[in-house]
């Protein structure tokens, strides 16, 4: 079992002032240039303290070894995920569900590709600590957002939601994942995604309970004249 962090993964401290803030900024992208262009197993703090133009010193007022490096970078990048993927479904809620699967895929993916070199690493650098705890954080997040999403669907009311909408995640999780183990990231934007979309609908669509959502603008019969 996967439980929080030791503490050499965590950050010494937090940033409280716009100086500092600019610092750990620096230091974060730094991180992510030094696994790009040496890998992970190369990364070291001294690498990524001059990549950041700061000092060893400076750099371990905040991160104490390269393990809370790869921890501190990969919890930015998948709560940023979580954030974008929370927002879409919540701009979402009340659409056809056919709209709410097509905007899960196309914001999850998005974010993806946004900067896929980052993506590719990260996937690359999550061998050398585990982040399990992270990633497991992201997928609650995501799934609860998504269940609710669907949940308010103004087409359709569905059978076993959580099962279905946890089947389909993992499937969009897992082929992602696949396609930039691959080193195939292109394909996913246009050709996969819309595949993706078509296996949500079909899996929703099986789903669908055979009692229509009840329209909010229609009076219930008791309250009929």
């Excluded at 600019?22 to 990524?48: D, F, K, N, S, W």
């Excluded at 709209?99 to 899960?104: D, F, G, N």
């Excluded at 650098?125 to 990633?135: F, K, Q």
Aim: charged share 20%; proline share 4%; net charge negative.
């Amino acid at each position: 079992m996967t439980g929080a962090p030791s503490l050499p993964f965590n950050a010494r401290k937090e940033p409280r002032q716009a100086r500092s803030a600019t610092t750990v900024e620096a230091i974060y992208e730094a991180t992510i240039q030094v696994l790009l262009t040496e890998g992970p197993i190369r990364l070291t703090t001294t690498r990524v303290a001059s990549r950041a133009g700061v000092s060893v010193g400076t750099l371990y007022q905040y991160f104490p070894n390269k393990q809370s490096l790869f921890y501190a970078v990969n919890q930015r990048y998948l709560e940023g995920l979580a954030d974008r993927v929370e927002a879409a479904c919540l701009m979402h809620q009340g659409r056809s569900y056919i709209e709410m699967a097509e905007a899960l895929v196309r914001t999850y993916i998005a974010v993806k590709i946004d900067r896929r070199d980052v993506t590719r690493v990260l996937y690359l650098a999550a061998a050398e600590i585990s982040v399990a705890d992270l990633v497991e954080q992201m997928n609650q997040r995501v799934e609860a957002a998504s269940e609710a999403m669907f949940c308010s669907a103004s087409d359709a009311t569905f059978d076993n939601l959580a099962t279905v909408n946890l089947t389909i995640l993992n499937v969009l999780f897992g082929t992602v994942r696949s396609f930039f183990d691959r080193d195939m990231a292109d394909l996913l934007e246009e050709t996969i995604s819309a595949q993706l979309v078509a296996m949500f609908r079909t899996a929703l669509e099986a789903a669908r309970s055979p009692v229509l959502p009840l329209d909010r603008d229609t009076p219930l019969a008791a309250d009929r004249p």
